[in-house]
């Protein structure tokens, strides 16, 4: 039997093939598509092992270039590691614990150079022989004994939150276990897996479209220690996964939990107040941080703290000194880009902020985002010894506030870093978290659809990679905005209005993917516990 089906080249150029009885997405990609692996078939994401369907429309994806591939290709990476180590250490358990530096952060036991040596070997060994991930459908309570007949304990304990009767294991080297989404078709496909000495672990690094497998890691000493510190607290907690926050909604002691972690953040936002203060000389306090991680929120709050240690504070609009439209610079595809350094006037911010620090009264402008052009009034400014609060995309790098001297300046970098893992061997991105808070957000605040917010997810994130990622280290500290308890309450946000996506509708895996996610949470619908000043709030409203 032959069928036609189409193959989508670069989402736009289609070409027509006839598929032979048997013919498989990798016979096609093999030849045209030596990156790929996996592809969507009719908006679903789908193995390169399926066969295509009469009349598909197919689209190649390969993890330099999409986000749903590079997991894709994280998960079979993450089989190869698990299996490596099983062989090579049987009695050390393996962690997967959290993205850090372009990679996944790991840990088995006590790691030397020559341990993560000899698993990079096994890796290659198991990609060179290529052997396929073979998938098998099977009941929860089958799946059930299986995984914890491997040991695998924690993986056990998030089925019973499952919503589904039937679970997707898969075997590779005579182990069986899941990743939560599909996999590679075999091993052979995962040539940029590379592992890497890092801390008291090592770094697992994979192919993604922001930040290569190969590249060198690049040292974020401040970064991990708070990964570390928010490690250490959700232990403390007992709430280290999806489980153990589960069972807590479940015992009723989610309303003390969640006062634990908004005085965590109360405490943790006193102590940056305090440093600030303790400057004598810090005059300008600048915050950054990736989208929806919760600045405006934190910023509100750091200030009161400030207040309470006798200082006083002034924001100070970033977005009030954009160029006028005419004449700020354009993308590669035409438009404007807002995000960039040159699309803000730096002198004019340099010359008003070196007045205000000397005492003096300065004309800020106001920016008219109607007319895309500066208000011809602008409004006398004097602060006399207050601090100024500056928050924006750009507030960790130097450039923006060149004139200004460092002793002068206290640079925060914010974002959600959560300890929270699904089991052992699958961490909750944080770009995860913050996506759905910008969907909560967007629709309530400005009427945003969720499609219009996923359309502009992958512009944003490769922005915070070119404008505020390479600066993180810069800051005086950092603080994590995530809570633990809000993928329960951001559910109930989210979950219908992601049900809404079907196959035919741009960004369908992306919604899909969160979907799987929210799925092993239960949903917490009593909100009277989170206080108004908390930084869920600014997302969700009240």
């Known amino acids: 039997m032959k069928d036609y089906f189409y193959v989508l080249r670069d989402g736009v150029n289609t070409e ?7 013919t498989r997405l990798c016979d096609i990609a093999a030849d045209s598509e030596p990156h790929a692996i996996c592809a969507l078939m009719d908006g679903s ?38 299996c490596a180590a099983k062989a090579l250490f049987p009695k050390r358990a393996l962690l ?10 790991c840990g ?23 052997k396929d991930f073979v998938p098998q459908r099977m009941s929860v309570d089958a799946a059930k004994k299986i995984i914890l007949e491997e040991g695998l304990i924690k993986k056990a304990e998030i089925l019973a939150f499952r919503p589904f009767d039937y679970y997707n294991l898969y075997s590779f080297d005579g182990r069986r276990n899941y990743f939560h989404g599909i996999m590679p078709k075999s091993a052979g496909y995962l040539k940029g897996a590379r592992l890497f000495l890092y801390a008291s672990g090592f770094m697992l690094k994979f ?35 999806v489980a153990d926050i589960n069972n807590m909604l479940l015992r009723g002691e989610i309303t003390d939990f969640i006062n634990v972690n908004e005085a965590l953040h109360e405490k943790t936002i006193a102590d940056i107040a305090g440093e600030i203060a303790g400057r004598k000389k810090a005059r300008v306090v600048l915050i950054a941080g990736p989208s929806s991680s919760g600045k405006t929120t934190f910023a509100s709050r750091l200030a009161v703290h400030l207040r309470v240690l006798g200082k006083k504070c002034r924001p100070i609009s970033i977005d009030d000194y954009y160029k006028n439209r005419a004449d700020m610079p354009t993308g590669e595809n035409g438009d404007i ?6 699309a803000l006037d730096l002198a004019k911010l340099n010359a008003d902020l070196a007045a205000l620090l000397m005492g003096e009264t300065a004309r800020m402008p106001k920016f008219d985002f109607v007319t895309g052009e500066r208000k011809d009034q602008c409004e006398d400014f004097r602060i006399d010894g207050d601090i100024l609060i500056i928050e924006g995309i750009h507030g960790l790098n130097d450039t ?24 052992d061997h699958s961490v909750v991105f944080p770009e995860d978290l913050r996506l759905l808070r910008r969907l909560a957000r967007d629709k309530r605040t400005r009427g945003y659809s969720f499609a219009h917010t996923f359309a502009a997810w992958d512009s944003v994130r490769r922005g915070e990679y070119k404008y505020i990622l390479p600066y993180q280290e810069t800051a005086d500290v950092m603080f994590n905005s995530t809570l633990l308890y809000e993928p329960l309450i951001l559910k109930r946000h989210c979950y219908s209005e992601l049900r809404r996506f079907t196959p035919d509708m ?37």
């Open 400 to 423: 923006m506030t060149k004139d200004i001297p460092a002793n002068m300046k206290f640079k925060i970098f914010i974002s959600p870093l959560t300890a929270l893992n699904i089991d």
């Open 108 to 130: 088995l036991g006590k790691v030397t150079a020559n341990d993560v040596a000899v698993l990079q070997k096994k890796m290659d060994e198991y990609i060179a022989e290529d």
């Open 45 to 82: 994401l789908v193995s390169l092992a399926d066969v295509p369907k009469k009349d598909a429309k197919v689209r190649f994806l390969s993890p330099f270039e999409n986000e749903q591939a590079s997991r894709v290709f994280l998960r079979g990476a993450t089989f190869l590691l698990y």
């Open 16 to 22: 027509k093939f006839l598929a032979e009885e048997g």
């Open 506 to 542: 741009p960004n369908y895996p992306e919604a899909l993917s969160l979907l799987k996610f929210l799925n092993y949470f239960l949903s917490a619908r009593d909100e009277d516990a989170i206080p108004p000043q908390s930084i869920l709030r600014e997302f969700i409203g009240k």
């Open 337 to 342: 880009d807002f995000e960039c350094l040159d």
């Open 207 to 241: 192919p993604s479209p922001y930040t290569e497998a190969g590249t060198a890691i690049i040292d974020q000493p401040k970064y991990a220690a708070v990964f570390a510190q928010a490690e250490k607290w959700a232990g403390v907690l007992s709430a280290s996964y």
């Open 96 to 105: 997967v614990d959290h993205m850090l530096c372009g990679g996944v952060y």
